[in-house]
């Protein structure tokens, strides 16, 4: 994946799934449209998931927070 990608994880730790738009700047980081959210790419999650496949489960960040990347769109 990468910039500009929608990307659907589920996070490991609570079930939740969110989709989310790789951007590399934006003025309402957060702001969800149409069900995705776009998220920078410096932040811990977007760094995490660049250039990993789905299926594939990573850390976000420092914390104990892993997501599974679920599906992928260009």
Known sequence: MKLN????????????NISVQIVEATNNNGEIVNGVQK???KSPLAVSILGRS???IVKVGNLDNFVEILQVAN
């Open 39 to 41: 998220v920078n790419i």
């Open 54 to 56: 789905i299926g594939d």
């Open 5 to 16: 990608s929608t990307v659907k994880v589920k996070y490991v730790n609570n079930g939740k």
